[in-house]
């Protein structure tokens, strides 16, 4: 199963001092401005920010600007002309002057690393681009050299919880949540970030208990919704978990992945024309987000109710949420498999879902195996 973002969001102190220096990079090398249409991004494309910048965020009632500090990736899922409409930690429009493509961003911070090795921020901004290129242990190594440099720093460990995440690592990750809470116990983040691992973990009770209380610390995260949401719907706490998910909408009207785990906690209730419409809405603001793909691939494919179904989509989107993942991840395969099973070809499904329990964890592996004898019998999934 997929879970929310895991969101590695620098906590507010670090971004004050990231934003001091808008104007001159911490180096004697500066940022060149580039050709925008020798950039030619395209919607799906991931980009880092190259410097400190700013981006413009809309709601239903208002339009604001958010510092953002080099260093943070974001996925474009829309374009118009120089703005790029990112989203991920932060949503909002950007000049796409100020992002590059993750190759491209980790050779420009290297160069800054060469002419200041003592800067930590280029380091942890060269981390991340890293990370976008999985390169995870390079990624390990700049942060690791980042918290040697600054070691009082709790934003440091955060970044590397993010790393330990994407590695697959939960339990590293975890261990970097507990250096930030232990540092600053007054600080949100480090409470999202643990939730969503302890997701991953399949510890709902802890992730829901995390998510609580980062939402007393800070009440407009919406990822922090997500991540209880997500919790909740596990735990089959559907009204709340919907609840959950419009509260975070309200805050991020253009997040898709909200959409989709809401349409989740929806199929839950046996809400099937209501969850189709927020599928629907996720598919059309970002097609290409794993956590969309992953979440209507599994209703397309296992809807009680036939009309809703349509196997041939949903091997279409399982397949993009398995790329996304290197199809290294169990929940996905048996995604794929019950996609397969819909469209009545047992053995692929058979094929996908004995991989799948071949990745999976134990506790996976406990509902992984009923599958395959339900293809071996000629039957799909219903859920």
């Given at each position: 199963?997929?879970?929310a ?13 990231a ?9 004697k ?38 510092r ?5 990736s ?6 118009d ?35 200041n ?10 981390a ?26 709790p ?10 995440k994407k ?20 600080e ?18 802890k ?30 706490k ?28 929806l ?54 949420a ?32 004995t ?29």
């Amino acid at each position: 199963m997929l879970f929310a973002s895991f969101v590695i969001v620098a906590i507010t102190s670090h971004l004050a001092a990231a934003d001091g220096d808008t104007t001159v990079p911490p180096s004697k090398v500066s940022i060149p401005d580039r050709d925008n249409d020798v950039q030619a991004f395209k919607v799906g494309d991931m980009v880092v920010s190259i410097r400190n910048t700013v981006i413009v965020v809309t709601n239903e009632s208002a339009v604001w600007t958010e510092r953002i500090p080099r260093g943070y990736s974001f996925q474009i899922e829309d374009i118009d002309g120089n703005q790029l409409w990112i989203s991920d930690r932060r949503t909002g429009w950007i000049k796409d002057r100020d992002v590059a493509r993750p190759n491209q961003a980790v050779l420009l911070f290297t160069e800054l690393i060469g002419s200041n090795p003592h800067d930590e921020r280029a380091y942890l901004a060269r981390a991340e681009a890293q990370m976008c290129c999985d390169r995870f242990q390079e990624a390990i190594a700049d942060i690791n050299e980042a918290l040697r440099l600054n070691p009082r720093d709790p934003n440091i460990p955060l970044r590397r919880s993010g790393c330990h995440k994407k590695m697959g690592d939960f339990s590293a990750a975890i261990a970097d949540c507990d250096e930030v809470i232990r540092r600053m116990p007054g600080e949100a983040m480090g409470y999202v970030n643990r939730s969503d691992a302890w997701s991953r973990l399949e510890e709902y009770g802890k992730a829901e208990a995390d998510a609580d209380q980062a939402l007393e610390l800070a009440t407009g995260i919406s990822v922090a919704y997500v991540n209880r949401g997500w919790a909740r719907t596990r735990l089959r706490k559907f009204d709340a978990a919907i609840e959950d998910f419009s509260a975070a909408l309200k805050i991020n009207p253009k997040e898709a992945y909200t959409y989709a785990f809401r349409g989740t906690a929806l199929a839950g209730q046996g809400q099937f024309a209501r969850a189709s419409e927020d599928f629907a809405k996720a598919v059309s603001l970002n097609s290409r987000d794993e956590f969309v793909c992953h979440e209507t691939a599994r209703f397309l494919a296992t809807c009680p109710e036939a009309r809703y179904r349509n196997g041939r989509r949903a091997i279409e989107y399982a397949k993009r949420a398995c790329e996304a993942s290197s199809w290294k991840e169990a929940a996905r395969l048996d995604t794929l498999a019950a996609a397969f099973a819909e469209t009545g070809e047992f053995n692929q499904a058979i094929k996908w879902q004995t991989e799948a329990i071949k990745l999976g964890t134990d506790r996976q592996k406990s509902w992984l195996r009923p599958h395959v004898d339900l293809y071996k019998s000629g039957k799909a999934r219903r859920e």
